[in-house]
């Protein structure tokens, strides 16, 4: 009866082959490149409403405040993005039609402190300041030549993103 039992031989050999043929196996898996995950882009809407602007032309100019502007209803606001929340777009819809002048502005209220960056009716992916803190002011009067139209009574929209 043991004459019928496999040599050692068969059997160590056999192993052996079976770990050479696991080890290639093993190899090409490791060298395949894995799928890079593509990024998810998260958003948030946020709507507003406005009856008039806030400034003459640009905070940075007229140093308006905000918060005085929001108190009556008119176009300013000071809001704040979300951890991870890295570009606002924004688009206005006045009552008219027309598109309506606005401004970002990052800083204090005089020329030498604040950065403006000035928009006509709207504005994709504007980058929010490292702090989070966005200040936002609608034209009162349409002072401006490339996009002569006030706000009159209307909406904001803001879409923050994390990603553009």
């Given amino acids: 009866m043991l004459d ?3 040599g050692v031989r068969l059997i160590g050999g056999a192993l052996v082959g079976v770990m050479i043929f696991g080890t290639a ?5 490791a060298t395949k490149k894995k799928p890079v995950k593509k990024p998810v882009k998260h958003t ?3 709507t507003l409403s406005y009856l008039g602007g ?11 405040l905000t918060s005085s502007c ?11 993005a979300r951890p991870g929340e890295k570009f606002v777009s924004i688009s206005v819809k006045d009552v008219t039609g027309r ?3 606005g401004a970002f502005w990052e800083g204090g209220g005089g020329t030498t402190t604040s950065t403006t960056t000035d928009f006509c009716g709207a504005l994709k992916n504007y980058v929010a300041p490292a702090d989070g803190a966005i200040k936002l002011a609608l034209d009162a009067v349409g002072a401006r030549t490339a996009c002569p139209s006030g706000a009159t009574q209307g909406t904001v929209t803001l ?4 990603l553009p």
Avoid: H, I, M, Y
């Fill in 4 to 6: 019928k039992l496999p």
């Fill in 25 to 29: 196996l093993g190899a090409e898996a």
């Fill in 44 to 46: 948030r809407t946020v």
């Fill in 54 to 64: 806030c400034t003459v032309d640009t905070p940075a100019v007229s140093g308006s």
């Fill in 70 to 80: 929001a108190q009556f209803g008119a176009g300013g606001w000071a809001l704040s």
């Fill in 99 to 101: 598109n309506v002048a």
């Fill in 159 to 162: 879409v923050f993103s994390n």
